[in-house]
Every structure is written in C-alpha cells, then in structure tokens.
C-alpha cells in the first residue's frame, strides 16, 4: 500500500479524472454556486472565495494523505465536478469518500463512471479494504448511483442535520474490497496489509 501522493489520470467513455490544478478554482467555484450541490453538500461560507479555493486545490496536488480528482468532460476538458478520496487510515487500510458533480455532467452517465474509476482506483491501485460514505437520504441521485457501483447502507444518522429548515437524515454507505472484486470480473484481490 502506498500513500495517496501519486495523482493519477483514470480514463473512462463519458469523463476522465485528473489532477487538480490551481486553474480548476473557477470552474470550481461555478459549480459550488449551484443550488443542487448548495442542497446537498453545503452553503459557500463567506471564508470561502476564489482565491482561497485556487490555494485548496492548488495544494491538494501534492497531499500525500487524500486523493481529489477533477472530473471533466474528455471531449472537451470541460470540468464537471470532483471525487475525492480522504480521511484515510493506512492501518485500517480505509477512507472516506464524496463526490459533487455540477449541473453539465448531470443525467449522462458522468457520475455513475466517475465514482467507478475512483473506487476501481482505489481497491485496485491503491490497495484499500473499505471505503465510506455519507449522503443525506434526500439525495435519491446520488444514492442510486452509489447503490449502483455497489455501496450497501449500513446505517442511518437519524434527523441528523438541518437543511433549509428541515431535518434530515444521514445515510452511511460502504463498501469493502472483496464486494468490489465480486462485482468487477478478472479483479485481483490486493496483497497490501
């Protein structure tokens, strides 16, 4: 197992994941804007601006401990979104993972894909046994999508957050190596302890 400083460039039909670059903030920022991820991610703080937001992903470039990807159109390097694996536990062999993806990469596939070659990336190349999620239980896109790749619920934070006056639950979703491998046919289970 090797830590997350390597960057890679994961190539599928509708997206390619790529490093993030200081460039990306704009398009970040753009999609951040959009009242879909507001809803499901979080409210812009006003600490959060363009110029911090070019230092983040600027940085996130050489992090040894994370792993953000940009997820961006292959025809034209359009940047639709990230996926980002983080929070890892190299004894545990686990981490976290979230993923946004802004209004044009919505409803072609882009997401679906996206999360596939993270994880494939991360259970094959990386060497993890597990990888977690949360989403809130009224994002049915997201959830279809995880469910889709292969993420099983394995609990609920009941009413655990308040979004625009409501309360909402939490939903937390995993999947381990050897489900992954099950799904993927000629997958080699990974030898790194």
Known sequence: MSD???????????????????????????????PEVIRFTFAPSTELTLERLRALYGARATAPDRLDLAVTDPATGELLGEVVLFEWDPAARSCSFRTLIGPRGRDRGVGTEAVRLIVAHGFGRLGLHRIELEVYADNHRARRVYEKVGFVVEGVRREAQVRDGVRVDEVLMGMLESEWRARVPGSVSSTAR
């Open 4 to 34: 997350f400083s390597v960057k890679p460039v994961l190539t599928g039909e509708k997206t390619v994941l790529r490093p993030f670059t200081a460039a990306d903030a704009e398009g970040i920022w753009e999609i951040i804007q959009d």
